[in-house]
């Protein structure tokens, strides 16, 4: 009795510390990454990579200035696309509708949120690239919006709906129409939770590459306006990677850590945002 | 926590719902109706998508029909295409991929929702959700120049000279591969284990562990043989959730997994996924037959991971109310 | 906070507006074998004649040739001619042809790596289509030793690298292998994509060169400026009189002497496997392929203004990068050629 005592015992201090091996590998996982790209890249961050066009093929020097830019346009018309209908599409769901648009509308959000990027790639070449002949910044802008859609609308609504019911009553009780509330009451109220939601979509897109492969292309040079093709940050990254050049090589680590740190910080941030505001009770 | 309808008295003595010209001069209907178009615009362009996905592979479908996912030659030049290698590849290395991330996923949650204290266990959380935000094209570039050196000048021989008489662990070893692109899954797949089993574990009634502990059994046992089994339904729809994940993963799989439509046991093999595939191809497809089979392969994507994601949210809210509605005592 | 943020989004939209008409910009796509001198040309292009810019992008002759035709790309570009359904295909679609502009000449070589060689080794057309066939495995096999007597090339598995994109270099090495083996024509055939019976796929030149480069044991074939931008060691091949040559400028102009002559109108030609003294057997044109007809006439008269700088100063750039000029015959009748494009 007493020995298998003591072997239930050791295995479950054994078992317990196994777990937590587990949750130390899984986090360091994170630092390795993190590590890796400081090391490899932190050498190669020099002004020439943010204010340079690339060299031509074998040449050395080139930066990526044209890809930064065209990654942030393409952000900006995602952000356009994504957060308008995502928003007002949530104060849809929260405030008007009724079971079944509520049901169908999730539906296929969701639906759209699991679709892989790639195949949203797809999508995006065959409804804007061929019918418009061109691969351009706003192919990729709105395949990367498409993306952002599910994202800001389904926590969108999840902040409306935290919202406690007596703010809404109060502000009826005084008179206020449905949209006065929406606008003066509820969405304030929410505004935290709303801004997060929105950045961590953003941060969610800016790392995507597979469809940018068929609606961006790619160009050496600056991309003027939004209906021309452009470089991005992952794609050269992507490209950079499988050459055989080490300069390109030190500019794709280079450009991942750029990529990550903006990543990151926009994730840490709205993570401080949500957890600094005013706690939302939850239902 | 549904909203409220209460029903504002207008100006006039009418009691009751406002009618429809008060309420479209209050602003309100104005507004449902723009909400609703954007809400709208959210079906619309789901149910193009679906459309544009069933039309666009109309010729290998009539062509193929279901021989399409049962024949393994991709020869464009000859104009067959069959979808088997690909799935295949997709297949095998989402296994590969949950053969390494979900016990590793589940003993850190456990951790994470069992052992650790409070404070501990949301900052590892937070780490977690950060390695979530990492992009596929950045586990390419560190499987490019990282991992694929790791696995061909020490892990594959290593294998080979300890498993080598398992079929999985023959044949030449190029450090890409099956075997190399399931390691680069699991790292991606394993935040979503970990976080979505953290929260459901946590959301495993009092009453159970105590009940457990009162009975006599180790902490482990407790963790083991009650609460994880609770929670077995979320801790499913967590692995249905890494597995649509994994398998819609293009940019890391394509710069590692060999590019090779290939079907072999052995998971030092190149391989090919749908994913990768289609990056590869889509822009170059000169046949109609050739893009459109592509389009095909999107669609079963498609298809997989819309079934997966489904089922997996049905486990997971399964799981979340069952804990709920037993009481947090 | 709000309001600066708008403030910011308008200020970059106008941006992004306003900025839509400061240049030319010209959009081509296609073959990864010319990419070194393409991208050189363009650069130097631009710097003497800063009126157009021209992005081209290296994604394969396969993806080239697909986006000309859907009319995405104003230009492409492609080491693996169009063949007679293409051209009908873009006929059809547009109305006009589509034209063939040779550029340069260039070779695809074999390279590889395997761990202490460092010399050049020889390569006989059945050696080469047998490692691709996948029938030898082994670097050490007879076919392959018995032309390289004293070398020690080891008992070790070979690693097949090819491209997994559509690939006008595929198309050049495959109608070499088509020439030299009955046997491939049949199995697998010439193409800018095959189905190939063994080995890894990389995107193109670029990462085929990269693999080589980082996998020991390995055999792939690439234009020859990336075996020798990335110090790679390349093979002698075996030529139709029997010489093992090595892909250089005289051995490439070699190939193209006798086409020089003979070049159809539509400069549409093979040259692998050429008959004559010291001629690199696996040699190519690489072209453009320009539309007949532009809508859009200041695009026109760029890509015609590239074409003739190209023809001309252009050339000069091209030893450099290991592609050889353009045999004069070939130059005058692309000159003359030009004229069609309206």
């Not at chain 1, 080139?62 to 952000?79: C, F, T, Y």
């Not at chain 3, 020439?179 to 670029?206: M, R, Y």
Request: hydrophobic share 50%; with cysteine.
């Amino acid at each position: 009795m007493n020995s298998r005592l003591r072997w239930r015992k050791f295995v479950s201090g054994f078992m317990l510390t196994m777990t937590g091996v587990c949750a130390l590998v899984s986090v360091s996982v994170l630092f390795f990454i993190l590590g890796h790209l400081v090391y490899h890249g932190g050498t190669s961050i020099s002004w020439a990579f943010f204010t340079k066009l690339p060299a031509p093929v074998g040449e050395t020097g080139g930066g990526m200035a044209n890809a930064i830019l065209g990654s942030a346009k393409m952000l900006l018309l995602a952000s356009l696309i994504g957060v308008p209908i995502g928003f007002f599409g949530a104060i849809y769901l929260a405030e008007f509708s009724g079971g079944t648009t509520a049901f169908v509308v999730r539906y296929a959000a969701d639906l759209l949120n699991g679709v892989p990027s790639i195949v949203i790639g797809i999508f995006a070449y065959s409804i804007v690239v061929l019918p418009f002949k061109h691969f351009s910044t706003l192919a990729g802008g709105f395949a990367l919006g498409l993306m952002m859609i599910p994202i800001t609308l389904r926590s969108t609504e999840e902040f409306l709906r935290a919202v406690p019911g007596a703010l809404r009553e109060a502000a009826m009780a005084l008179g206020a129409s449905k949209w006065k509330t929406i606008v003066t009451v509820i969405v304030p109220a929410a505004y935290r939770g709303i801004l997060t939601a929105v950045l961590l979509a953003f941060a969610r897109v800016a790392g995507e590459t597979a469809p940018l492969l068929f609606t961006a292309l790619g160009n050496r040079f600056w991309s003027p306006g939004w209906n021309q093709p452009t470089d991005s940050l992952p794609v050269a990254i992507y490209r950079y990677a499988i050459s055989p050049f080490e300069d390109w090589h030190r500019q794709a680590w280079a450009a991942g850590l750029v990529l990550l740190a903006l990543i990151l910080v926009i994730n840490i941030v709205a993570r401080a945002i949500l957890s600094r505001g005013i706690a939302v009770p939850r239902s | 926590m549904a909203t409220t309808t209460t029903t504002v008295p207008s100006a006039g003595p009418v009691v009751g719902s406002r009618s429809f010209l008060s309420r479209l001069r209050e602003g309100d209907e104005i507004a449902r109706i723009i909400t609703f178009l954007f809400a709208a615009s959210v079906v619309l362009i789901t149910l193009l998508l679906v459309f544009e996905l069933w039309q666009g592979s109309v010729l290998p479908r009539h062509k193929f029909g279901f021989n399409f996912f049962r024949t393994s030659v991709w020869d464009p030049i000859f104009d067959q295409f069959g979808a088997l290698p690909f799935i295949y590849g997709t297949l095998v290395t989402a296994s590969v991929s949950l053969l390494i991330a979900v016990p590793l996923g589940i003993g850190a949650a456990i951790f994470l929702a069992e052992l650790a204290p409070a404070r501990i266990s949301d900052t590892l959380e937070f780490f977690i959700d950060l390695l979530a935000a990492v992009p596929s094209v950045i586990y390419g570039l560190l499987g490019v120049f990282v991992v694929i050196p790791l696995m061909r000048d020490y892990i594959q021989p290593a294998l080979k000279n300890t498993l080598g008489f398992l079929p999985f662990f023959q044949g030449p070893m190029y450090g890409m591969g099956f075997l190399t692109a399931g390691i680069v899954l699991a790292i991606m797949v394993i935040p979503y284990i970990i976080s979505v089993s953290r929260e459901v574990l946590l959301s495993v009634p009092r009453d159970q562990r105590e009940a457990a502990l009162s009975l006599g059994s180790t902490h482990w046992e407790s963790t083991w043989k009650v609460v994880v089994p609770f929670a077995r339904a979320g801790i499913m729809g967590s692995i249905f959730l890494a597995l649509a994940r994994a398998l819609g993963e293009t940019m890391a799989v394509t710069m590692v997994i060999g590019n090779a439509p290939v079907i072999s046991a052995s998971l030092f093999s190149p391989g090919y996924s749908i994913a990768a595939i289609i990056a590869n191809e889509l822009t170059e497809a000169t046949s109609d037959l050739h893009y459109q089979s592509l389009i095909e392969l999107g669609l079963v994507l498609f298809l997989l991971t819309f079934i997966l994601n489904g089922l997996a949210r049905l486990l997971i809210v399964a799981a979340s109310q069952r804990g709920r509605g037993m009481g947090n005592a | 906070m709000k309001r600066i943020a708008v403030l910011l989004l308008v200020v970059l939209a106008l941006a992004g507006v306003v900025w839509a008409d400061s240049a030319l910009l010209i959009n081509g796509a296609g073959a990864t074998f010319p990419y070194p001198i393409y991208s050189k040309w363009f650069d130097e292009y631009h710097k003497t004649n800063g009126a157009a810019e021209i992005n081209y992008q290296s994604v394969g002759s396969g993806a080239g040739i697909k986006q000309v035709t859907e009319g995405t790309v104003d230009f492409g570009a492609t080491d693996g001619p169009m063949n007679d359904d293409q051209l009908k295909a873009y006929k059809d679609k547009h109305g006009s042809a589509i034209l063939h502009f040779p550029t340069v000449l260039g070779a695809v070589v074999p390279t590889y790596n395997i761990p202490g060689v460092t010399t050049s080794l020889n390569f006989t057309p059945d050696a080469l289509v047998g490692i691709f066939l996948g029938r030898i495995s082994k670097w050490n096999d007879p076919v392959i030793a018995n032309a390289n007597k004293g070398v020690n090339l080891p008992a070790n598995d070979i690693v097949v690298i090819h491209r997994s994109d559509g690939s006008g270099t595929t198309y050049i090495w495959t109608d070499y292998f088509s020439k030299v083996s009955a046997d491939w024509k049949d199995k697998v055939g010439k193409g800018t994509s095959v189905n190939w019976p063994v080995g890894l796929g990389g995107k193109g030149n670029e990462n085929v060169t990269g693999l080589v480069k980082q996998t020991p044991n390995s055999v792939g074939y690439v234009e020859l400026i990336y075996a020798v931008q990335n110090k790679i060691p390349y093979g002698a091949v075996k030529n139709a009189m029997g010489e093992f040559v090595m892909a250089d400028l005289a051995s490439v102009s070699a190939a193209a002497a006798a086409a020089s002559t003979t070049m159809p109108d539509d400069f549409r030609v093979s040259i692998t496997n050429a008959k004559g003294k010291g001629v690199y057997p696996i040699s190519s044109f690489t072209w453009l392929l320009i539309p007949q007809k532009f809508t859009d006439a200041s695009k026109r008269d760029a890509i015609k203004g590239f074409v003739t700088w190209m023809l001309a100063d252009g050339q000069n750039y091209a030893e450099n990068l290991s592609y050889a000029k353009l045999p004069k015959e070939v130059v005058a009748k692309e000159l003359t050629a030009l004229n069609k494009i309206q």
